[in-house]
C-alpha cells in the first residue's frame, strides 16, 4: 500500500516558537494531502486541505496564520505551528490522496507527530 | 457529508469473529464506504473500501447492502492485537471532497 511519512515522530518546543512538521509521499505523488489533530482520547479533527502548488483550504475554526501550511511538490507538504502555545499540544496526522485503479480514491495517513509546548 | 454512526465500543474474545455495523442514512451516489484502523499514539491505517455488495481482502471483509444506508466491517478470528479503534468514513474525495471522522468504536479483545 502507499506510505506517508511524518518527521519529527515527536518535539518537544517553548511556548512562543514555531515548529515545522513534514509529511512525505513515499511511493506515490500526491496533490492533495490532509492535516489533523487529535487530542487525547478523542477522534481526528480536519485541519486543512493542503493542495500542491495553490494555497491550503482551512477548516472553520482553524488559523491559517497560526498554522502556516506549504505543499510545494507532490511528495511533500509541510505544517508550520508558529508562535506555538501549550494548548497547541497535540497529536497531528497528515494523510496523502491516492487515485485507485478502480477510479476511486484512497486516503493514507503518516504515523503523526506527538507535539508538547512548554 | 454523509454522517456515520457506529457503535461506541464492542468486546470480544480471541478467536472470535467481530462485525461492527456503521449506519450512513445519507450516503450519496458517489460515495464510498472506507474503514480505519487505529491505534494509540499512531495514525489511521487503512483496512478496507467498498462501494457496494461485498469486499474482501487479506484482512477484513466489508459488506455493503442494496441500499447502501449502513455497511458492516468483518474482522475474522480476532486477535489481542486487534484491540483499537475502529472508524467508518463515508465520502467521495474525489472532487475536493474530504474525510471526516466520526468517534469511531472501541474494539476490545480479550483473552
Known amino acids: 500500500g502507499a506510505v506517508v511519512s511524518q518527521h519529527p515522530s515527536w518535539v518537544i518546543c517553548k511556548s512562543g516558537t514555531s515548529v515545522k512538521i513534514e509529511c512525505r509521499s513515499l511511493?506515490?505523488?500526491?496533490?492533495?494531502m490532509f492535516w489533523y489533530r487529535q487530542f487525547p482520547k478523542q477522534s481526528l479533527m480536519l485541519m486543512a486541505t493542503s493542495n500542491e502548488g495553490s494555497k491550503a483550504t482551512y477548516e472553520q475554526g482553524v488559523e491559517k496564520d497560526k498554522f502556516l501550511i506549504n505543499h510545494a511538490s507532490l511528495t511533500l507538504s509541510t505544517l508550520t505551528v508558529t508562535s506555538a502555545h501549550p494548548e497547541d499540544s497535540s497529536f497531528y496526522i497528515c494523510?496523502?490522496?491516492?487515485?485507485?485503479?478502480?477510479?476511486?480514491?484512497?486516503?493514507?495517513f503518516g504515523p503523526g507527530t506527538r507535539l508538547t509546548v512548554t | 457529508l454523509a454522517k456515520t454512526t457506529q457503535p461506541i465500543s464492542m468486546d470480544s474474545y480471541e478467536g472470535q469473529e467481530v462485525n461492527i455495523t456503521c449506519s450512513h442514512n445519507?450516503?450519496?451516489?458517489?460515495?464510498?464506504i472506507t474503514w480505519y484502523q487505529q491505534f494509540p499514539s499512531q495514525g489511521p491505517r487503512f483496512i478496507i473500501q467498498?462501494?457496494?455488495t461485498k469486499v474482501t481482502n487479506e484482512v477484513a471483509s466489508l459488506f455493503i447492502p442494496a441500499d447502501r444506508k449502513s455497511s458492516t466491517l468483518s474482522l475474522p478470528r480476532v486477535s489481542l492485537s486487534d484491540t483499537a479503534v475502529y472508524y467508518c468514513?463515508?465520502?467521495?474525495?474525489?472532487?475536493?471532497?474530504?474525510?471526516?471522522f466520526g468517534a469511531g468504536t472501541i474494539l476490545r479483545v480479550k483473552s
Open positions: 467498498g462501494y457496494k
Open positions: 511511493d506515490f505523488q500526491a496533490t492533495t
Open positions: 445519507n450516503i450519496a451516489t458517489n460515495d464510498y
Open positions: 468514513l463515508v465520502g467521495d474525495m474525489e472532487y475536493g471532497n474530504k474525510l471526516v
Open positions: 494523510s496523502a490522496r491516492v487515485r485507485t485503479d478502480r477510479g476511486s480514491y484512497e486516503q493514507y
